[in-house]
């Protein structure tokens, strides 16, 4: 899917698809024995949050550059996309995704949090036109999927906390409110050169720890000494520290201090030249 193809769809689903909230009921069971079983696993636009692909790189122990490069697309930017969207990128030969086989899912307990979702989908109703607009749930239906024909009755609610999307569901808030933040979505758009600032900082998390310890940014700015330690082995709070330097850094909410002697001392040597 092409992100033009993205975004109609998302306008589809705005316009079109009944909304459902968590304690809606709706019919479905997934099994094995099912004429359709890893059906959905080929040849579909599976959207990766920065917290999926933390989960995918470190199940199967990968740096993030090489995991971007193996198992992820990147669509051009279509017309009025405010942010990068990064996909599953399935297998060149088959269509298939690259994690499933004969049984089903290999990185099941680490599969994307669209996957856990499955059939439901979820939308923000936040537009340009409607800052305020709510969050919805859906079903699914673009594909043959014979688990909405069988009986088991369950809420989304119920369906999600099946799925164990908590922790998932928790990084999401987090970057919701940025990919979501005010500032886009009254209708600014980031400069380039911060669209891939974007990208770094949530999905290249090796290069992004390198732009942190290899570069002047610990004299620039004060980082707690606890989030320093935490950010040197810990991906997650990396991840969480991502956030907090891209509100600082692209849309200029105080969530990082500068230090004001590495100032001071850059003008003493501006003044000097
Ligand atoms: S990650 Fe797992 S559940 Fe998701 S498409 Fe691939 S095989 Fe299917
Ligand atoms: S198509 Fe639906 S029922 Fe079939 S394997 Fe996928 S989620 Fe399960």
Redesign the pocket.
Known sequence: MSNDDAQDMKEKILREYPRLGVNDKFKFACHSKLACF?H???D?N?ALTPYDVLR?RKRIGMGSEDFIEKYTVLPPMAPGQKLPMVY?RMSEADK??????EK?????ED??W???M?PIGHASGRTEANPQGEDFYFILRDRRCDGLDEERELTIREWMESQATGDYDAANDEYKELSLHPFLTRGYALEPQHRQMFFMACYNLDRFREFIFESTFLQKFIIEPETIEAIRHDDEALLRFAYRWLRFALFHERTITINPDYENAKKKVLRAQ
């Open positions: 890893t959905c696993c080929a579909v599976i995918l599953l298939r995704c690259q994690f499933v086989g089903g899912c290999s990185v099941y599969r994307p669209a996957c856990r499955y």
